[in-house]
């Protein structure tokens, strides 16, 4: 009990120091804790109740935004997570990792769906398009690829960027 509220105070503290912080009329509602590491680029779900928080801790936490509770934690990755999407309808969630694939999720129960192979280096970020049918993913490998949500297939591969694309 006693390393349990020594925690809870080092997270009272780490919230007031967020607290004076913050511009003016802007407040802090919900602290999210659970990742052990920095967090990537978050994705809220399109009717706003879910929000999900990739990391560097190799998983990606899919969040309550109501309760603030953790609904689950997803851990397929191999390497750091630095990106999530949601679909438009928010019943799947794509992921990109450092661990160079994509990975496609269902986003209520977690379960994974496929993963995407084929970039040579760390996968930056991911987005679908308005109607759920590919996945787009920008990768340190100076490539963009575009993929078939249903089949998993790589449909075109864009090249020429000189540098990482984001």
């Not at 004076?20 to 802090?28: A, S, T």
């Not at 967090?39 to 801790?57: C, E, F, K, V, Y």
């Not at 609904?71 to 397929?76: A, C, G, I, M, V």
Request: charged fraction near 25%; charge should be positive.
């Amino acid at each position: 009990m006693k390393d349990e509220t020594a925690i809870q105070e080092q997270h009272r503290q780490a919230d007031d120091k967020v607290r004076q912080d913050l511009p003016p009329g802007v407040n802090l509602v919900r602290t999210l804790r659970g990742h052990t590491d920095w967090i990537g680029r978050i994705a809220w779900s399109p009717d706003g109740r879910m929000l999900a928080s990739p990391s560097t801790d190799k998983t990606i936490r899919l969040w309550d935004v109501e309760t603030g509770k953790c609904l689950r934690t997803l851990k397929e990755h191999t390497n750091k997570v630095l990106s999530a999407a949601f679909d438009s309808t928010g019943g799947t969630l794509a992921s990109g990792s450092q661990d160079n694939t994509v990975k496609l999720w269902e986003a209520t129960g977690g379960r994974l769906l496929r993963t995407l192979k084929g970039h040579r280096d760390r996968v930056y970020s991911v987005a679908f398009d308005p109607a759920r049918h590919q996945v787009v993913s920008a990768s340190y490998d100076n490539t963009v690829k575009l993929w078939d949500v249903e089949t998993g297939e790589c449909l075109r591969t864009l090249k020429g960027h000189q540098n990482h694309v984001y």
